[in-house]
């Protein structure tokens, strides 16, 4: 089976531009998570999906940070304008359900100049 | 916020040996999990353990949970090169797919 699949998987652009994050999940799972990982703060949940519906976006930083579900196999996070802040590593998961063990991708390590 | 911190953050031992990392927790939790991330890749989950039971095994990785203290411990046994990375613990404390908390991390490094 093919696991999470997120592109790019290094991105480097200038401060100021756009950059969209994307993600196909597990199929058939229903719960699709956004997480960025720094050396600072760990892991953080952005935001998480139940069947395409956001449901807590709580942890999204500012509203410059914008995530969207069209459908059970794609999700795209977006950050316009970007900052240099905003370099990480990005993760998205996904899961069966709200309890089950969640499925990493390989990550989008983003660096913001 | 993170519920869970993992403890030594670093760790280095010799081909063979056996590596603990422990993991204390603040909340009630429904289950504690423990995941594996190599360099430059996702997190792995490994295993998950139930409040309601105290000792589980999965090949080489033994894991306990002691909820009156709030911590758990991973124990990897003969200790291989490829275990080398990080080691994270993730607390759900129910109420949502939100409610899993991951803490920072133990690295542990295997040397040959």
């Known amino acids: 089976d093919a696991g999470v699949i997120q592109s790019p998987r290094h991105e480097v652009t200038e401060m100021g531009q756009e950059v969209t994050l994307r993600c196909k999940p597990i199929s058939g799972h229903d719960y699709l998570f956004w997480y960025r990982q720094t050396m600072m703060r760990g892991l953080e949940l952005l935001i998480y999906?139940?069947?395409?519906?956001?449901?807590?976006d709580s942890g999204m930083p500012e509203d410059r940070f914008s995530a969207k579900m069209p459908n059970a196999s794609f999700s795209t996070l977006k950050i316009q304008p970007s900052e240099p802040r905003d370099s990480a590593v990005y993760f998205c998961?996904?899961?069966?359900?709200?309890?089950?063990?969640?499925?990493f991708g390989d990550g989008t390590r983003l660096s913001i100049l | 916020s993170q519920q869970g911190e993992e403890d030594p953050q670093a760790l280095s031992i010799q081909e063979g040996e056996n590596a603990t990392m422990n993991c204390s927790y603040k909340?009630?939790?429904?289950?504690l999990q423990w995941y594996r991330q190599n360099s430059g890749r996702g997190l792995v989950h490994l295993i998950l353990i139930r409040s309601n039971e105290r000792e589980k095994h999965s090949g080489r990785l033994r894991v306990t949970l002691d909820t009156s203290k709030k911590s758990s411990s991973l124990l990897i046994t003969a200790s291989r090169a490829a275990d080398t990375a990080s080691y994270f613990c993730a607390s759900y404390s129910g109420g949502g797919a939100d409610g899993l908390t991951f803490g920072k991390g133990t690295h542990l490094i295997i040397q040959p």
């Open positions: 998961a996904s899961s069966w359900t709200g309890v089950q063990p969640q499925h």
């Open positions: 909340t009630s939790i429904n289950n």
């Open positions: 999906f139940n069947n395409n519906v956001p449901i807590d």
